[in-house]
């Protein structure tokens, strides 16, 4: 070993010493929104009992989508979730489980806007691109191709509805920042109900418009509440509609511990509500969003809470699904944040313990969910590109040929 060698393996070992020292000093002294080692104990605090939903008949090809996406929700992130609420979770209930790669086409590591084009229209793109294919050429997404056949179709969101994930079943923009534009397409894109925060975006604009004016001429029951973190959803109310547009913050929605409160399973449950109406079927997408903000912010308590009311949501459309029989549930993530590993854990207390190896996404492959008619496709390890696919596939249908 010469000397430069011998000062490195000195200096990496004082590194190593350096890092085990600092870290417990480092949670104890970080502020207690961005803690990396969080242990919870939610005994009872914010824990549910998922009831057992079967199905009670089961059609060849489904009729109905429900698509549910948990934002950076990777495997650790759903264990954490798992553990916290005594070893349960309505994602238990799907008998048929997979895995997709989310690999983007610029980079390894996706991001939510290269993510949500690839589960919306079946391609890769750029990470930051909407609905448009790696030459800005815009692309269909699975929403439309569905709205074509007939079905009513709908988004429901706990962040901005313009926020990268939505964006990318409605939108199709070069830059998921094109938060203007990205709202201008919601009015032109026919979609029958859209649900979230991102009031903003369609008041207070470039372009001065006021975008809730042509709304309204375009049949659309605009449902605004921002003065509360929790919107009340007037699930019978709403379900007398056929379009709605409810934008219930200005910008992004309130956390779930921050008073958002059953917002999410309500929106899920009135979004059914008014789609369920159409004899042709419909096509609901429902984001976890934040779920990914708890991964960035390295905080497993944030990134429980929001995995649990997620999983709630889950829980509205399995109700549904099991009762109607005609409706094909698919879960997914369209990446891992955080780069979330469980160190410790205990299913009686909900005590949690968790490490992070990044504030960013990471490049692991996520779970896929599937319950229902169709539900079978969904066996084995694909690509995030096939899941749209097989959701069209189960239909009889496919993505137009360019
Ligand atoms: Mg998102
Ligand atoms: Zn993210």
Redesign the pocket.
């Known amino acids: 070993m010469n000397l430069m060698d011998l000062r490195r393996a000195s200096l990496l070992l004082l590194m190593h010493i350096f890092a085990i020292g600092i870290i417990p000093a480092q949670s104890n002294l970080a502020d207690s929104t961005a803690v990396k080692d969080t242990i919870l104990y939610f005994a009872g605090g914010i824990s549910y009992h998922p009831p057992e939903f079967k199905p009670i008949k089961q059609a060849k090809n489904p009729k109905n989508i429900i698509f549910l996406?948990g934002?950076?929700m990777g495997l650790s992130h759903i264990t954490a979730a798992r553990v916290a609420n005594g070893g349960k979770l309505y994602l238990d209930q799907f008998p048929v489980t997979g895995l997709n790669t989310t690999f983007s086409a610029s980079d390894f590591v996706t991001d939510?806007g290269a993510?949500?084009t690839a589960l919306a229209t079946g391609e890769k793109t750029l990470n930051g691109a909407i609905g448009v294919d790696r030459d800005s050429v815009i692309i269909p997404n699975i929403r439309e191709v569905l709205s074509g056949s007939g079905k009513s179709t709908g988004v429901v969101?706990t962040?901005a509805v313009t926020?990268?994930?939505?964006a990318a079943f409605v939108a199709h923009q070069p830059s998921r920042e094109m938060k203007d534009e990205i709202a201008m397409d919601f009015m032109r894109s026919g979609i029958d109900l859209f649900m979230g925060g991102g009031l903003e975006n369609f008041i207070v604009r470039g372009d001065s418009a006021n975008l809730l004016e042509p709304l309204v001429k375009l049949g659309y029951f605009i449902d605004t509440q921002t003065v509360a973190p929790q919107p009340s959803i007037r699930i019978s109310r709403l379900a007398q509609q056929q379009k709605v547009a409810g934008l219930y913050a200005a910008g992004h929605m309130e956390t779930f511990t921050g008073g958002r409160g059953n917002y999410l399973p309500e929106a899920t449950q009135a979004a059914i509500e008014v789609l369920k109406k159409n004899p042709y079927g419909f096509f609901l997408m429902v984001?976890g969003?934040q779920i990914?903000w708890g991964g960035h912010a390295n905080h497993t308590g944030y990134i429980i809470t929001e995995t649990m009311d997620f999983d709630r949501a889950v829980g509205e459309a399995l109700r549904f699904a099991a009762a109607d029989g005609q409706t094909l549930v698919v879960v997914t993530a369209?990446h891992e944040t955080g780069g979330m590993a469980l160190m410790n854990g205990n299913y009686q207390t909900g005590m949690v313990r968790a490490a992070y190896t990044t504030g960013d996404h990471s490049g692991t492959m996520v779970p896929v969910f599937a319950f229902g008619p169709g539900s079978e496709l969904f066996r084995g390890i694909y690509d995030n590109t096939d899941v749209p696919r097989k959701i069209l596939e189960a239909m009889k249908l496919s993505f137009p040929k360019p």
């Open positions: 996406i934002d950076g939510s993510g949500g969101v962040c926020h990268a994930t939505p984001e969003s990914d369209d």
